[in-house]
């Protein structure tokens, strides 16, 4: 079956670093996704990893190692704003434009 | 270049009757999928779509959910027979043909509440 494990819920301070772990067990894989989603509102794509390595856009960079089924998105210079909900996503081999696979999201707040 | 849209944003049924909920793509993207997101838990896949063909419905419970994208419209997703058990958000997403790391963009969600 599918499995996508990610924490329930991290806290950090504005200014600080936070990094969000993914891992997986999937039948297949074609990449993997992070969105961040706010309250009430629609997720919003941040990254995206198919090759082993570090992706860095601004404040945020996303790491995968496919061998071991792992994945985190580092969040650097924390704002209040990035108090959110990040979900790791991971498409399989067979669904080059299907679905993704979600985690459960974790939730991350900023405090002053 | 408008998002993808949904609606309504907010739809209230009754147990028994009947949910329709639209989504229009992003302007050039021909692949729709739809997703469930029940309270503090992740989304889950329902159905991805192309005009005029379902091309996955493995996570769409097979009695009283349906889904279409014609060829000319929005997508539907239809759930008859409501229970509570639907309240839930619904988000649709849409993406270009192209390569598969092409990212899905989200639209705001419907939230059905069956009371």
């Known amino acids: 079956g599918q499995n996508i494990d990610q924490p329930t819920e991290m806290t950090a301070t504005e200014g600080a670093i936070v990094q969000i772990n993914c891992t997986y067990q999937t039948s297949g894989f074609n990449g993997l996704f992070w969105y961040q989603q706010h309250a009430g509102e629609a997720p919003t794509f941040l990254s995206y990893?198919?090759?082993?390595g570090l992706e860095e856009k601004g404040r945020f960079s996303s790491f995968l190692s496919r061998s071991k089924g792992y994945s985190y998105l580092l969040l650097k210079e924390l704002q209040m704003k990035d108090s959110a909900s990040y979900l790791c996503?991971?498409?399989?081999?067979?669904?080059?434009?299907?679905?993704?696979?979600f985690g459960a999201g974790t939730q991350v707040v900023v405090t002053p | 270049n408008a998002g993808v849209m949904q609606n309504p944003r907010h739809l209230v049924r009754r147990r028994g009757q009947e949910a329709r909920l639209r989504c229009s793509p992003m302007k050039g993207h021909s692949h729709v999928y739809w997703y469930r997101q029940l309270p503090e838990e992740g989304l889950k896949f329902m159905v991805y779509l192309q005009k005029e063909n379902i091309i996955d419905e493995s996570g769409m419970p097979k009695e009283r959910f349906s889904a279409e994208f014609p060829k000319e419209g929005p997508s539907i997703l239809r759930i008859q027979q409501v229970v509570r058990g639907d309240s839930a958000a619904y988000f649709c997403?849409?993406?270009?043909?192209?390569?598969?790391?092409?990212?899905?963009?989200f639209g705001p969600g419907t939230r059905l509440t069956v009371l």
């Open positions: 996503a991971v498409r399989d081999r067979d669904d080059s434009w299907g679905k993704l696979q």
């Open positions: 997403a849409s993406s270009p043909e192209g390569l598969a790391h092409n990212e899905q963009f």
């Open positions: 990893n198919v090759l082993d």
